[in-house]
């Protein structure tokens, strides 16, 4: 498993305005995710962010309004551009490790994004 | 169809009962199943990875039906502390790690 931190924890920003989410991980991994977590609801992928690529952005989600960084292998960063509403959300990141006969993923604690 | 379903629950079930969570799925090129277990306002956490001859820890048992595309849990003498939502997640084959996760079933566990 692994150590990963998020930053910030939660905050309140004003539509029209972006935010930028951190997250940190205590070892080296080769794949890091992005998902959303809307209230009452269970997780969606956002995005795949591999160190040394592009992004890989899954159906409903594009680069302009969600544009990821992972300048190494242990940080990765995802902005919520012209927030609105509805983009209130937990954001979540997570590592994988392959274990056994799949990949195992690990959370970090989630942003919690309240877009007034 | 939803690509994983499970039923939402709530469980309402008094300490040291037994439980058993199903999880169907509809994609038959899928490879790897886990449980997840998430507590309200936290992270999803890692329960068990689901191995094809089923497997268990303690007082989790998860079982797996390639044939019925059928994912099951089964929590014995259940705890307060078990008290949560427990997320059954898809891998699919051919994918990049892709992570398919169902709505979630509530379990709550009372004295």
């Known amino acids: 498993s692994a150590v990963i931190s998020q930053k910030p924890s939660r905050d309140i920003c004003q539509r029209g305005t972006s935010l930028t989410i951190q997250c940190q991980v205590d070892?080296?991994?080769?794949?890091m995710f992005w998902y959303r977590q809307q209230p009452g609801q269970s997780l969606t992928l956002i995005a795949t962010a591999n160190q040394g690529s592009e992004a890989t952005y899954e159906s409903g989600f594009v680069i302009d309004k969600f544009p990821i960084s992972r300048p190494n292998l242990t940080f990765s960063t995802l902005t919520v551009s012209n927030m609105s509403p509805e983009d209130s959300s937990i954001y979540l990141c997570?590592?994988?490790?392959?274990?056994?006969?799949?990949?195992?993923?690990?959370f970090g604690p989630g942003t919690r994004l309240t877009v007034t | 169809r939803k690509e994983v379903e499970q039923d939402p629950g709530p469980f309402n079930v008094p300490e040291g009962a037994t439980v058993a969570f199903n999880c169907t799925y509809s994609?038959?090129?899928?490879?790897?199943f886990f449980w997840y277990r998430q507590d309200c306002r936290k992270e999803p956490k890692l329960l068990m990875s689901?191995?094809?001859s089923g497997n268990e820890d303690g007082r989790f048992t998860a079982q797996l039906n390639r044939a019925s595309q059928y994912i099951s849990l089964l929590i014995r003498d259940s705890k307060l502390s078990d008290s949560a939502t427990y997320l059954c997640v898809v891998q699919f084959s051919g994918g990049y790690n892709k992570l398919i996760f169902g709505a979630g079933t509530r379990l709550a566990v009372h004295p």
């Open positions: 689901v191995y094809s």
């Open positions: 997570s590592v994988a490790f392959l274990q056994g006969q799949g990949d195992e993923q690990y």
């Open positions: 070892s080296q991994v080769t794949m």
């Open positions: 994609n038959s090129a899928s490879q790897s």
